[in-house]
């Protein structure tokens, strides 16, 4: 009976010295490189991709932590969407329009807006198992509309020159928008080439298992915008005075561009 006593002793303890072999096994794995804790390691410790949509467009990026708090993303956002017909009331103070063509016409424009632009943002972590995260960084690129239209009745009929006119211009402070055979063109540059972005987010920029979500607000000041016609600077938000009405009013909110993100994020390792 003491010898099967001794035994069970010696079995118990066995297994205890196994199951702590086993424990510490696992835990030097998961300190190497496929770690799941997405705050271990330095630059390059742990490698993110990442795919979402934001309101510049499609978004991918790659990350990586640079210390326990910081995480470093890169990518690139793009978008193309072209736009339905707007109806655009003209400003005629002087009358020069409705004497070349007998009434204050209407533009009739359908436009186009492209973005491409590259980022590099830093996630700040306050809480080191936490999921919330300030960023900061910067976007570099442009956006761009442009706009392509006929002056019209208000009906959807072009304009016609009265007999003895040219085709007159559009002032737009004092800058002279032409019109070539009743149409209006134009491309509308939205802010600097460089933009600084802040925003406020969920989820991980490394992830801490192999898939994660991650969610970010914030804003993204552009600038001021640029017009140009046929390739030539016409007027910016600087100085500008529309006598396109309301143009002024859309073009201001434009600096600041509302930015929404969210992505599915995939560890490499």
């Given amino acids: 009976m003491k010898k099967l006593n001794c035994l069970t002793v010696v079995l118990l303890l066995s297994s205890a010295v196994f199951a702590s072999n086993t424990a510490n096994l696992e835990d030097d794995q998961d300190k190497g490189r496929y770690s799941t804790s997405h705050y271990d390691g330095g630059f390059l410790s742990h490698l993110n991709v990442s795919a979402g949509l934001s309101t510049l467009g499609f978004t991918a990026e790659v990350s990586t932590p640079i210390s326990e708090s910081l995480k470093l993303r890169a990518g690139f956002d793009i978008f193309n969407f072209n736009t339905k017909q707007y109806d655009f009331d003209i ?31 830093v996630d700040y972590y306050p809480f080191r198992k936490g999921i919330l995260h300030l960023t900061a960084g910067f976007y570099l690129g442009n956006t761009k509309i442009k706009a392509k239209g006929l002056l019209t009745d208000g009906d959807g009929t072009p304009v016609q020159l009265r007999p003895g006119y040219d085709w007159p211009t559009i002032d737009f402070d004092g800058k002279e928008l032409d019109i070539t055979d009743g149409r209006l063109d134009a491309d509308l540059t939205l802010g600097q ?56 009013k859309v073009t201001k909110w434009l600096k600041w561009w509302p930015m929404v993100n969210l992505q599915i994020n995939y560890r490499i390792f």
Avoid: C, M, W
């Avoid at 009358?95 to 070349?100: F, P, Q, S, V």
């Avoid at 063509?101 to 943002?121: D, I, M, R, V």
């Avoid at 017009?227 to 396109?244: H, P």
């Fill in 91 to 121: 400003d005629d103070e002087q009358g020069t329009l409705n004497e070349a063509f007998g009434f204050t016409p209407t533009y009739e424009t359908k436009g186009s807006l492209n973005t491409f632009h590259g980022h590099a943002l």
């Fill in 193 to 248: 080439t460089i933009k600084p972005y802040f925003g406020i987010g969920l989820g991980r920029a490394v992830s801490k298992r192999r898939v994660g979500v991650k969610f970010e607000l914030g804003v993204l000041y552009q600038g001021d915008y640029t017009l140009k016609q046929n390739g030539k600077t016409v007027a910016t938000t600087s100085d500008v005075n529309a006598s396109i009405e309301d143009a002024d």
